[in-house]
């Protein structure tokens, strides 16, 4: 159980941050955006590097989860989770969109930016299963605004998702070990995740077996219209109720009606580089975190790291929703601001949408209303997220349990 400490007020940055925070990725949103080589880096890469892993020194999938909630009009109070040093179960996390690098593919260089994107994300995971993320050549934040021919875009999804599938294949041979495992994703990374779970897993009935949940966040999982089965998967639905496991957990944030344009929530008219059902007998999955089998609006538990996070993503995952920039005497902080949240029908398009409450400020997209919320999807639910693959967790290992004590 947590152990909660009193706390006394945590100096807070001037609401004036925030805007600098925007200057800040807008300038560099804009230098990258500069006419770059369109290389696809695709030379082979024969052993696979680890971003975070059990027997890493320094491992930014594994830190301290001390937190810092706040209530508007009440003292802060400090919530200190505790862990086992090793887990029972797995979780394969695969990051989202955070290269710099100056080419339309990175390389497997790892940076300040991965580090930081995956302390955010997978973290607070780590204390219910052992974190291994690979680094993969994956599309840059250049290549998001530098047009080139089809096949070559091809050929960067199929690079990006070679290095995340030999770490696949590694991490089963020689660390999975028959342990149950987590995929967790968001935007590329859910991306190469429906890709995995497609190809490589549905049709190892060994692997499928030991899937306790797939979180593919931000990244357009397909299913046929008004159905939990099919599109992007042959046999994994999507998750409808608390402890479920065997299932996918899926969303796009959006603070206001999705345009026409828009990035996410909508199902592809024609085909794209990474091969997936499109068309109008199709929808992009949407199952609510905060109310999984009523989808009832609900509030989110938005969970936040306290630093500024380097990089144009790091800055800009505060900018849709949250004011200022948040600071706390802990490395986690659950803002005073909340957020509820419903999935919805809107158009063609199927999202997450999120409003504010009572005292917090209304969310805006960013970097422009076709993103939506996507640089938050994540942080906004994460408090929600690690809460019901805890649930799964627990599930699965009582499912297993039976079945070792029954001699199956």
């Not at 695969?94 to 080419?103: A, D, L, R």
């Not at 085909?271 to 109008?280: I, T």
């Not at 007998?281 to 989110?300: F, Q």
């Not at 398009?349 to 939506?372: S, T």
């Amino acid at each position: 159980m947590p152990t909660v400490s009193p706390g006394g007020p945590v100096a807070r940055r001037p609401g004036g941050a925030i805007a600098a925070a925007v200057v800040a990725v807008a300038a560099l949103l804009a230098q990258i955006a500069a006419p770059a080589t369109a290389s696809a880096n695709a030379s082979q890469i024969s052993d696979v590097i680890w971003l975070c892993h059990p027997g890493l020194a320094s491992d930014p999938c594994r830190g301290d989860l001390a937190t810092t909630e706040r209530t508007t009009g009440e003292p802060d109070r400090v919530v200190r989770p505790r862990g086992p040093l090793r887990n029972a179960v797995d979780c394969f996390y695969v990051y989202p969109t955070v290269s710099q690098e100056q080419t339309y593919s990175a390389s497997m260089r790892i940076t300040d930016s991965m580090r930081s994107m995956a302390a955010q994300q997978a973290q607070r995971f780590s204390r219910m299963c052992d974190v291994y993320a690979p680094v993969y050549r994956q599309r840059t934040l250049v290549a998001l605004r530098t047009p080139v021919p089809p096949e070559q875009a091809a050929a960067a999804v199929a690079a990006a998702f070679e290095d995340v599938a030999q770490a696949w294949e590694q991490y089963l041979t020689h660390h999975n070990n028959g342990r149950g495992v987590v995929l967790i994703g968001h935007s590329q990374g859910t991306r190469m995740l429906r890709q995995l779970l497609r190809e490589r897993i549905e049709p190892d009935r060994a692997a499928l077996s030991r899937l306790i949940s797939a979180v593919l966040i931000g990244g357009d999982v397909v299913v046929p219209r008004g159905a939990d089965v099919g599109g992007d998967f042959r046999s994994v639905p999507l998750c409808r109720e608390r402890g479920q496991t065997g299932c996918a957990l899926a969303w796009s944030s959006y603070g206001q009606p999705p345009p026409a344009t828009a990035r996410y929530g909508v199902t592809p008219a024609t085909p794209e580089a990474m091969p997936v059902p499109y068309g109008p007998g199709y929808e992009i999955a949407c199952v609510n975190p905060a109310s999984l089998a009523r989808n009832e609006e609900a509030t989110l538990h938005t969970l936040l790291r306290s630093d500024v996070r380097p990089g144009a993503v790091g800055l800009g995952e505060l900018a849709p929703a949250l004011g200022p920039t948040p600071t706390a005497g802990t490395p986690w902080l659950r803002p005073a601001q909340r957020y509820r949240a419903k999935c919805t029908h809107i158009g063609p398009a199927h999202v997450l949408m999120v409003r504010p409450e009572e005292g917090a400020p209304a969310p805006a997209p960013f970097p422009d209303p076709d993103w939506g919320l996507h640089t938050a999807d994540l942080a906004l639910t994460l408090g929600d997220t690690v809460d019901l693959v805890g649930a799964q967790i627990a599930a699965y290992r009582t499912r297993e349990g039976a079945l070792t004590a029954s001699g199956r």
